[in-house]
């Protein structure tokens, strides 16, 4: 028999108390690692695609409102800008818009592939496809393993903003290539297509943009040429915000709010709740074996090693837990990850950073509500404990 | 034969609130080696706290305390609890078994601070559960057994270190008459057959009988000695 052979028969004694304590924490941490994955998927949502010397310039109502056309070769004629592109919000849908929207944009072509190269890998013919096909749209590659999507193929798209002026609200587009993301956790769930095609037959917002992309000289210049766009816009009926294409795809990503926030605060009461059972629960049961910790010491067990053993039998229990919790979240992810809305937000699964976080807040957690049993099972006289009990 | 415990002038006081309370002041005792002692005395003679300071649980305010020739009153917290493990057993009034342990198992705790291979832990195991005729019932919880039969476990778990010195506080308190001579039997033949040096706390006259000499403790002074 060994001391872990001792700790964990002692914190299976009364097995329903065990087994509830254990689901409180396997909530906790089921909460933290749903969450917090989220949360690092979305970061990482926002920064692929991300370039430091990008602006992004929308409405300064919202980025739902849109800007003239006009305003592209205004943002372009100011100095320190290098290229700009535009893109329109369509709205997205293929056959069933209950299950199966996606991010739809109309993009300039041209000027589109230019700044994002990287961002949506396409074969030379493809893109040379994608630029002279004026039905021509360009689809994610996890979206077109999703759908069965073939290059060369015609798929109508249809829009839950927009109608064509015969009444149809879906475009029939064909594919002009399939593009991967810079790394292979990064989202290919959009599609982009001509802005002229859409333009051209929708029956109102004519002639207008949603976002300007802007690339600058150099990082260096963002605050510059941000300022200057937005002071060019200042008291029109379309004034302007312009931000990094970071902070903006972050507000994008995050339309519910700030979901750093809400992670924080959901993840901090639920390990707060937990921490005040767990603690009282263990106290309780602590306080119960007083006459056989006093016993223990009385054989030649000395305090540090009934401390340790004391302590290790809460830390294993919010480990039991935590682990529980965290694999399960690992297999939800899983699951999320492959369904239409979770697919948005590019690789879902669990990272080894959020692991090692909620084995090290088990440990901590195991730690904290261990530790006044611990210290009380420490302090307390062999005569007292003998005569307590 | 020579002496195994000695307290020379030992002086002991408790304090509750604001009243001091002096149990002992200035005992004397010696144990020899291979001796079995009975202590008798009515409540609050001192017959616990004497317990205390022989098992090292407990600490004098002044005096000695030697043990095989080795004085103890002056060892650490730490210092003492080895001393423990390794140089006296302990039988208690209530058992004081782990309930979420076996027979095996709770014997096998003394053992848990020694270095003794897990073979050689298994085989001591068995040795003193077979002294106290026990082996058979050694997968059974403590719940699963008779009062004699939990305090022979205890017994076991006493001698399995083999330790020198054995404390009995009350040992057969919570027996009937025909246990608890087993029971005093057991601890007669391991002071005769093992010369293992016992002392044991009891009110029981009939208990005391088993041993070879009786002490009277008395308001903290040792009153009369039958043998």
Not at chain 1, 109 to 128: C, G, N, S, V
Not at chain 1, 298 to 322: D, I, Q
Not at chain 2, 147 to 164: E, F, L, M, T
Request: charged residues 20%; hydrophobic residues 45%; positive net charge.
């Amino acid at each position: 028999m060994t001391d872990f052979d001792l700790v964990w028969k002692n914190l299976f004694r009364k097995p329903l108390r065990t087994i509830l304590l254990t689901v409180s924490i396997f909530m906790a941490f089921l909460i933290f690692g749903i969450l917090t994955s989220l949360n690092v998927a979305l970061d990482r949502a926002s920064e692929s695609g991300s370039a430091s010397n990008r602006l992004v310039v929308s409405n300064k109502i919202n980025f739902t409102q849109s800007m003239p056309y006009a305003y592209i070769n205004r943002v372009a004629a100011i100095p320190g800008v290098t290229a700009v592109t535009y893109q329109n919000w369509f709205g997205a849908y293929y056959q069933d818009q209950r299950t199966s929207r996606f991010v739809g944009f109309a993009v300039d072509p041209e000027t589109y592939m230019a700044i994002f190269r990287d961002e949506a890998r396409l074969t030379d013919a493809e893109r040379q496809a994608f630029l002279t096909e004026r039905n021509g749209v360009i689809v994610g590659k996890s979206l077109a393993d999703r759908y069965g999507w073939k290059v060369g193929q015609t798929i109508p798209i249809s829009s839950n903003i927009y109608s064509q002026a015969n009444g149809r609200r879906s475009w029939d587009m064909k594919i002009s290539g399939i593009f991967t993301g810079a790394k292979p956790t990064d989202p290919t769930t959009a599609i982009y297509f001509h802005y002229d095609y859409m333009n051209e037959t929708i029956t109102f917002n004519r002639d207008q943009v949603g976002t300007i992309t802007v690339v600058t000289a150099s990082p260096d210049q963002n605050d510059q040429v941000a300022k200057a766009i937005d002071a060019n816009f200042a008291n029109s009926p379309a004034e302007t915000s312009t931000v990094d294409e970071k902070t903006f795809s972050r507000a994008f990503l995050k339309q519910a709010g700030d979901l750093n926030f809400i992670v924080t605060m959901v993840v901090s009461a639920a390990f707060a709740a937990i921490l005040m059972i767990v603690s009282t629960t263990l106290v309780s049961a602590m306080r119960e074996r007083t006459k056989e910790i006093g016993v223990m010491k009385t054989l030649g067990f000395s305090s540090p090693r009934v401390l340790r053993m004391v302590l290790g039998e809460a830390v294993l229990l919010s480990s039991l837990g935590a682990v529980l919790g965290l694999g399960t979240s690992a297999f939800i992810l899983t699951g999320l990850s492959k369904s239409p809305v979770g697919s948005n937000f590019g690789d879902l699964s669990m990272s080894p950073v959020v692991a090692l976080t909620g084995l090290a807040l088990a440990v901590s957690l195991g730690l904290v509500t261990g530790a006044i049993p611990a210290l009380s099972a420490l302090r307390m006289s062999i005569i007292e404990a003998l005569n307590r009990g | 034969m020579s002496a195994l415990i000695q307290l020379k002038n030992v002086k002991k006081t408790y304090r509750r609130g604001k009243e001091s309370i002096t149990i002992f002041d200035g005992l004397n005792l010696t144990i020899e080696q291979g001796d079995f002692v009975a202590i008798m005395g009515p409540s609050g003679s001192g017959k616990t706290t004497l317990l205390n300071l022989l098992g090292g649980t407990d600490r004098s305010d002044s005096g000695e305390i030697n043990f095989d020739g080795e004085r103890i009153d002056g060892y650490n917290e730490g210092q003492l609890a080895g001393w423990r493990a390794r140089s006296v057993g302990f039988i208690f009034q209530f058992y004081n078994l782990m309930p979420v342990l076996n027979a095996a198992q709770n014997v096998e705790l003394p053992l848990m601070l020694t270095k003794l291979s897990a073979g050689k832990r298994r085989a001591n195991v068995e040795t003193a559960l077979k002294i106290v005729g026990l082996w058979d019932r050694a997968k059974h919880k403590p719940k699963e057994l008779s009062g004699g039969q939990q305090q022979r476990v205890a017994i076991a778990r006493a001698i399995v270190s083999d330790p020198k010195f054995l404390l009995c506080d009350e040992p057969t308190g919570d027996l009937d008459r025909n246990t608890a001579n087993d029971i005093l039997g057991t601890l007669q033949q391991l002071n005769q057959d093992l010369g293992k040096t016992i002392v044991m706390v009891t009110h029981d006259p009939e208990a005391a009988r088993f041993a070879k000499r009786t002490l009277h403790l008395d308001k903290g002074v040792f009153a009369e000695v039958t043998q």
